[in-house]
């Protein structure tokens, strides 16, 4: 009997042990990959895959999984159509990959993911099509052989380089600040960023203040200087919601395009259309200017990232009035009179002067 059950044991051993090694060797596996990561406030969004090369054998999938409130792409080989353009954002290519053509998940949201059966041995590098620096790279092994051991036992969120990536973010967040310049005509222009990031490793979805106070007369200019991304400033009308996307997956014409004038009073819907990337090749405006004219608190945010918290609010006071000339105190008051007619005069031809620049810049 001792015999008989020891003979048995061994027999199960050397079939499980034959069955791992099936599993090891032959077996087709799903090997995930992390798309992107965040801090937790979503203002900070890494673009990076993690790991950023995994090594799989023919018939392995990858599956991918977006890690924030970011949306990405997952795609192989050469776009169908130019950078941005909603042909590159849609899905591509069926569920296997054998190293040719346009193979891609399109866009994918938060919680969702994109798995890839690969068929031919080779390396294939990816990309996401919306963030220009964020790449990948799949190995493709024959059937059965290895995996690194080191891919065992991987963790993204332990990954140093993400650790790193999201410091270096957070750093560039509170760096931020917004510059101003007054004006000949008593008034004060502000600068800020709509949005930045290194062009790199991480991009902020954030405006350069999330809430700035002026005065009415007061101008803001925002300039987009991330290379990864393209934002909105915009002011909706009475709350009412711009999609960016539409439900059939286009790029919502009204979201895309500027809207309203160049002084804003607090009511319509005001918006700079997309900004692309300013010190970049990309075409269309990289700035927006506003000016305000009525006191007030007003909310704005990208229509493209308002999910992340890219919201912002402008607080408009009364207007500062230019003080008037200081008395020398030896003045007569005939001469007095005649000084204050002069500067009165210097300064209408100032804003004269102030408002055809603008309108000349503005042309």
């Known amino acids: 009997m001792y015999l008989f059950v020891r003979s048995v044991g061994a027999l199960l051993f050397s079939a499980a042990l034959l069955c791992l090694t099936v599993l090891v060797a032959g077996a087709a ?18 673009l990076q895959y993690y790991p950023g090369t995994i090594t799989v054998d023919v018939g392995d999938a990858v599956n991918w999984a977006v890690a924030s409130r970011e949306v990405h792409t997952v795609s192989f080989g050469t776009p169908p159509g130019p950078f941005g353009s909603d042909q590159n954002n849609a899905p591509a290519g069926g569920a296997t990959y054998a190293g040719t053509g346009w193979a891609s998940s399109g866009i994918l949201p938060p919680g969702k993911s994109y798995s890839l059966t ?8 990816y990309a996401c099509a919306i963030h220009p620096s964020m790449h990948g790279v799949v190995v493709v092994q024959p059937a059965g052989t290895a995996y690194p051991a080191s891919q ?5 969120a332990s990954d140093p380089v993400l650790v790193a990536t999201l410091k270096a973010g957070q750093a560039a967040v509170a760096a931020q600040k917004v510059t101003s310049k007054p004006n000949g005509n008593g008034t004060t222009t502000y600068w800020m960023d ?9 991009a902020v979805q954030r405006f350069g203040t999330n809430a700035l106070t ?18 909105t400033v915009s002011f909706l009308d009475n709350g009412k919601d711009v999609p960016f996307t539409l439900p059939n ?3 919502n014409p009204q979201a895309a395009a500027p809207s309203g004038g160049k002084v ?5 819907f005001f918006s700079s259309g997309i900004l692309t990337p300013a010190n970049t090749p990309a075409p269309g405006p990289h700035t927006y200017t506003l000016t305000f004219d009525k006191p007030g608190t007003f909310a704005y945010e990208c229509l493209l990232h308002d999910n992340l918290g890219m919201k912002g609010t402008i607080t408009v006071l009364a207007s500062m009035t230019p003080n008037a000339l200081p008395s020398t ?25 102030h408002r055809r620049t603008r309108s000349n810049e503005n042309d």
């Open 29 to 46: 596996a799903s090997m995930p990959v992390q798309a992107g990561a965040s801090s937790s406030d979503q203002a900070v969004q890494v």
């Open 118 to 125: 690969f068929t031919t041995p080779g390396t294939f590098h």
């Open 152 to 156: 065992a036992s991987y963790k993204p």
């Open 194 to 202: 709509a949005g930045f990031g290194d062009g790199k490793t991480f």
């Open 214 to 231: 002026i005065h009415a007369g007061d101008s803001v200019v925002w300039t987009q200087t991330d290379p990864n991304e393209i934002h």
């Open 249 to 251: 997956g286009q790029t």
């Open 264 to 268: 804003y009073s607090g009511t319509g």
């Open 329 to 353: 105190g030896g003045v007569p008051s005939a001469a007095g009179a005649l000084l204050g007619v002069l500067g009165l005069g210097l300064v209408a031809g100032g804003i004269g002067m």
